[in-house]
């Protein structure tokens, strides 16, 4: 059997209907009714005129039931059943039209107004269910900033705990007080990984018995749950630890532990340890939970970064402390306007103060004016960023007066929140200083004897052994001359040993003058210095040079000695062992101090200057060397196979003469 249409089982459709047709027929029932229907009336009004009237009943329903639509529909009804009315029976036609087209027009306008309404009214719902929708979005919203409210409450608690403490284990105990009281769990357990035995040290529980914490403490990376999430990294979720099969110690089932939670403490992408929350009894952990842990923990994990590098630091700083107070040289710090800030016992023990009576005072305080010129060129350099020659000579005065050479060395100290400062580091070497003085001291009345010996013995070899040997030239002439007594291999033998004694006649008075040179004891230094240069012309075929820079100024007696000493050598081992064709001798007196170089085009040798003289057999350049430290000056040696050598003595200028 086929179903019916939508309408017709529609109560409210067989109302309509059956309202229309008791109105159809109450329009037409007059025709049985009454004799002489035009003239009946009701209410003064004529009949038909009512029944027009009550057409509006079902147009006005069917627009209330079915809309415009239905409205229309049955105002086109209405209008079939009234129009043959009008044509066909009433005695008033027009009449009766105008009455159907005003009943029309009554209709039209009452099913717009019922259509009107109805979408208002719809319009009106819709607003509602739209308001009811946002209504319930917004409680969803406002649910969730109060889920958020209080995670962010709880984060921020821990991170207030983590900022506010310094020690790793109040931080972890703080953590898992907030966490335990936020997430509703009954164990909260933090390990940490020792990484040296790579396995997990129980730092802080919350929950369980001491045994298991016994127990569990030094799980092995990848054993159990705590250490296959420092393994992998990622969070795990167990639902019932009791039946779960990768269990690792029995205790947990023994404790009665069942649902967990762990994720990792992380730092840098590193893994530093776990953070484990578990219920005794089954519980779900919502999505906004494991958030938040994963949130703590994270935070947790560079906390603890921080914590174990501030613990580190404090350790190293206790050792640098110790190294600090142990040191045998003496080290003080003092700021831009030299206040001291710390000292350490060696500079108590070499300024003789007590540590109350050092720090705070002035640096000025130590030093002469001389000295405290020498201390601002220092730090000068230093915030400059100049190179500066370290360590260097600087004098201090004792509480008791007394002065103490110390070789200092400056740094500029420079850290993150801290002003800067300047660390000192002082070795006092007044004894080598001392012992260094005594030595030059010694080293100078040694020179002096050897300058007196050679000149003792060159006086010697003039006026006897040269004397001698003139003598013994003109017996050989007298004999030379008496030719006929004697034979002709005789005279030959004579006249050999007379050209042998003019030759060494020659090589004793040049002995005599490297002795002592009468050049340099009448003339001066630069004569000499030219006779020397032209010698090395003259006996060994040398092309050389003396060139003079700077206006001529003299220097005391022993010092030209010195300076004679040092040229003269250098000179002999240009003839001797350099195979050189040129050589130039340059002196400058400049404002500062004077240079005098020695240069060769000869075959060089190897040579590094930290090596030593002494240790490389250089004897000549060792004693060279000694003599420019009488100077108080420098001599500088630069060679290499193939390239020459060149020799510089540096003088300062107050070894200089008026």
Not at 225 to 239: A, K, S, Y
Not at 266 to 284: D, F, M, N, Q, W
Not at 334 to 354: C, M, P, S, W
Request: with cysteine; charged share 30%.
């Amino acid at each position: 059997m086929k179903k019916l249409p939508v309408i017709l089982r529609d109560g409210r459709f067989w109302i309509l209907l059956l309202s229309f047709l008791l109105i159809t027929f109450l329009h037409y029932a007059q025709l049985f009714l009454f004799s002489h229907p035009g003239e009946s009336s009701l209410l003064g009004l004529q009949r038909h005129t009512v029944e027009r009237i009550f057409f509006l009943a079902p147009i006005i329903l069917g627009g209330v039931i079915f809309g415009l639509k239905g409205g229309l529909i049955c105002l086109g009804l209405a209008l079939a059943a009234m129009l043959p009315r009008v044509f066909l029976l009433s005695s008033y036609p027009r009449t009766a039209l105008l009455e159907t087209l005003i009943v029309c027009v009554a209709g039209v306008w009452a099913s717009w107004w019922l259509e009107s309404h109805r979408r208002e009214v719809g319009q009106r719902e819709q607003a509602l269910l739209r308001l009811e929708a946002v209504r319930k979005e917004l409680q969803s919203y406002i649910q969730s900033i109060r889920e958020n409210e209080k995670r962010l409450s709880v984060l921020h608690s821990v991170t207030a705990a983590i900022g506010r403490l310094i020690a790793i284990d109040d931080i972890l105990s703080a953590a898992a007080d907030k966490i335990k009281e936020a997430i509703n769990v009954d164990v909260v357990l933090v390990f940490l990984l020792d990484e040296g035995s790579g396995r997990l040290r129980l730092r802080t529980h919350r929950g369980v018995s001491n045994e298991f914490a016994q127990q569990v403490d030094g799980l092995r990376v990848g054993e159990g749950f705590n250490g296959w999430v420092v393994q992998t990294g990622e969070p795990c979720l167990i639902e019932d630890s009791t039946i779960d099969p990768r269990v690792a110690r029995e205790i947990v089932r023994k404790e009665g532990m069942r649902s967990q939670y762990i994720v990792p403490l992380k730092s840098r992408e590193r893994v530093v340890g776990t953070l484990c929350t578990a219920s005794y009894s089954l519980k779900e952990f919502t999505t906004e939970e494991q958030e938040l842990l994963k949130l703590i923990g994270a935070e947790l994990g560079v906390a603890v970064e921080k914590a174990m590098l501030y613990e580190e630091s404090q350790r190293m700083g206790r050792r640098f402390r110790e190294l600090f107070e142990r040191a045998h040289d003496a080290i003080w710090l003092h700021d831009f306007q030299g206040k001291i800030l710390a000292v350490n016992r060696a500079a108590l023990e070499l300024t003789g103060y007590e540590p109350d009576e050092l720090l705070g005072q002035r640096v000025s305080k130590f030093l002469t004016p001389k000295q405290l010129e020498l201390a601002r060129e220092v730090r000068r350099k230093l915030l400059s960023g100049e190179e500066i020659k370290q360590p260097y000579e600087q004098t201090l005065i004792r509480k008791d007066g007394t002065k103490v050479v110390v070789m200092v060395t400056t740094s500029l100290l420079t850290e993150e929140g801290m002003p800067p400062a300047f660390q000192n580091i002082m070795r006092d070497v007044t004894r080598e200083r001392q012992l260094q003085e005594n030595l030059r001291l010694y080293v100078r009345q040694i020179t002096k004897a050897q300058e007196e010996e050679r000149k003792r013995i060159a006086r010697e070899l003039h006026d006897d052994t040269i004397q001698a040997l003139v003598v013994l030239s003109r017996r050989l002439d007298d004999l030379l001359s008496n030719k006929p007594r004697s034979s002709q291999k005789m005279l030959s033998q004579l006249e050999g040993i007379r050209s042998e004694l003019d030759e060494t006649l020659k090589r004793m008075r040049r002995f005599i003058q490297d002795l002592r040179p009468p050049t340099l004891e009448y003339l001066g230094l630069l004569p000499a210095l030219r006779e020397l240069v032209l010698q090395l012309n003259q006996q060994a075929g040398i092309e050389s040079v003396f060139h003079v820079r700077g206006p001529e100024r003299h220097f005391a007696p022993e010092d030209e000695v010195l300076i004679y000493r040092i040229v003269q050598e250098a000179l002999r081992n240009v003839w001797k062992h350099s195979r050189a064709r040129k050589a130039q001798i340059v002196i400058d007196f400049g404002q500062d101090k004077t240079r005098v170089m020695v240069e060769d085009d000869g075959r060089g040798f190897e040579f590094r200057e930290d090596s030593g003289f002494v240790r490389v057999g250089k004897i000549g350049l060792a004693g060279m060397q000694e003599r420019a430290g009488l100077l108080g000056g420098q001599l500088i040696v630069e060679s290499s196979p193939g390239k020459g050598t060149k020799v510089v003595l540096e003088i300062p200028s107050g070894r200089l003469r008026d």
